[in-house]
């Protein structure tokens, strides 16, 4: 089993739309959670921490689950610069390895 | 530019022949961390520095890859005798301690490698 799952997508959205997926994580001592961006052929760029009281950052909204090991991510009023994939990450906390997810898709049309 | 640098962006290459690559991280960063990505999968972890010392290493690191990171400050990747299946984008990453500013690490934009 992978350490880290995501819906592979694509989500095909139009301009404005809410946009939302998850991830699943298989080790419970998990401490440290992340969605990074990733455009095609580039780096992964942090988007955003996940925190467990959830957390906002403008149109992004992260949630963690801890008892159902699960981290989510809404986009709302997408632009079409959100087109991108998104990868969810988890560090064990007392280690310094990144396990990441094989990303969800996302493409916002005109 | 302050970020994490990567040498070559991209290098092609024989079956057989050894390749190197170069990570320059963020100045006042003491972890670097390589990985390696795949089409369509995320980045997978391959070793792991704190300054100079290498702490980690993963079972994807056969022995023909090397890694160095002799001053604490730039890091190579040495791939030796490569095999079409070595064929990836090689990522570099790099952070602070966790107990400054938490554990992000941030990325180069890679070296991406085409075995022929």
């Known amino acids: 089993r992978k350490e880290v799952e995501q819906d592979p997508g694509p989500f095909n959205v139009p301009e404005g739309a809410t946009v939302a997926f998850n991830c699943t994580y298989s080790n419970s001592a998990s401490q440290s959670f992340f969605w990074y961006r990733q455009d095609c052929r580039k780096e992964p760029k942090l988007l955003m921490s996940v925190y467990s009281s959830g957390n906002e950052d403008g149109r992004f909204t992260a949630q963690l689950n801890r008892a159902s090991q699960y981290i989510s991510l809404l986009i709302r009023d997408s632009k079409l610069s959100d087109s991108a994939t998104y990868l969810c990450v988890v560090n064990m906390g007392f280690d310094y390895k990144l396990s990441f997810g094989a990303g969800t898709t996302v493409t916002v049309r005109a | 530019d302050t970020g994490v640098s990567q040498n070559p962006r991209h290098k092609i290459t024989k079956r057989g022949q050894n390749v190197t690559f170069r990570c320059d991280p963020i100045?006042?960063?003491?972890?670097l961390y390589w990985y390696r990505q795949t089409l369509g999968q995320g980045p997978e972890f391959l070793t792991y520095?704190?300054?100079?010392?290498?702490?980690?290493k993963s079972r994807l690191l056969s022995d023909r890859f090397s890694a160095e990171r002799p001053k604490g400050s730039f890091s190579t990747l040495e791939i030796q005798r490569t095999e079409q299946g070595d064929s990836a984008m090689y990522l570099c990453a790099s952070s602070l301690p966790p107990d400054r500013v938490g554990d992000i690490q941030y990325f180069g934009a890679g070296t991406r490698l085409s075995v022929l």
């Open positions: 520095f704190q300054n100079e010392a290498q702490l980690e």
């Open positions: 100045s006042e960063h003491n972890r």
